[in-house]
């Protein structure tokens, strides 16, 4: 239980604070630098050959385009929303400008992503990668995992939220006797964080 709230504070804080991706990114391509540094095994992006490497930094931009492109449809059907919870979601003081926050910051990393992906292309120049551009497309890929997991979240929240304006908003059924005006709205307070 006592694990629970722990877990449930550290998710409310990363939650509001998306710049945090970064530094999770930053930190887990260092430790792997470091310990490539110290072992000198480990460098995954190092072993294959250029051309393969070109490869996968220009899949990782594209893919990262892909997904930016459907986060900016994510966040039109977002803004288009009319429902009484996501209104309430948007103009929330906290929450409204927190949820702003994560969605920006989700659509600005798809950018840096194929950005950091393709100066690593235009780096990457030798059979062995000396320079090391390789680690610029590590970095966009962690960056990439650890967005994608906000992402998640994002869509899984304006999902509930919709769903739950949408349950408020259906017919009754034929027969039912109970006119929809009659029908006391559903209520879910959104928890800290949410």
Not at 106 to 125: F, N, R, Y
Request: glycine fraction near 10%; include cysteine; charged fraction near 20%.
């Amino acid at each position: 239980m006592r694990g629970d709230s722990w877990l449930m504070r550290l998710s409310s804080r990363w939650v509001g604070r998306p710049r945090a991706d970064w530094i999770i990114a930053l930190v887990v391509v260092g430790l792997h630098a470091i310990t490539f540094a110290v072992t000198g095994s480990g460098d995954v992006l190092g072993w294959p050959g250029r051309e393969q490497r070109i490869t996968i930094y220009t899949t990782t931009a594209t893919v990262a385009a892909l997904v930016g492109s459907f986060v900016t449809a994510a966040i039109a059907q977002y803004a288009a929303s009319t429902g009484r919870r996501m209104h309430e979601l948007r103009t929330n003081r906290r929450l409204g400008p927190q949820f702003r926050r994560n969605w920006v910051s989700v659509l600005s990393a798809t950018l840096t992503i194929s950005g950091l992906c393709l100066l690593a292309t235009v780096l990457d120049t030798t059979e062995r990668d000396p320079g090391g551009a390789h680690w610029l497309a590590e970095t966009a890929v962690m960056i990439g995992a650890v967005r994608s997991t906000r992402l998640v979240w994002l869509f899984n929240k304006v999902i509930e939220v919709g769903d739950e304006d949408l349950a408020d908003n259906r017919p009754a059924a034929p027969g039912a006797g109970t006119p929809l005006s009659a029908t006391p709205p559903r209520t879910r307070t959104l928890p800290p964080g949410a």
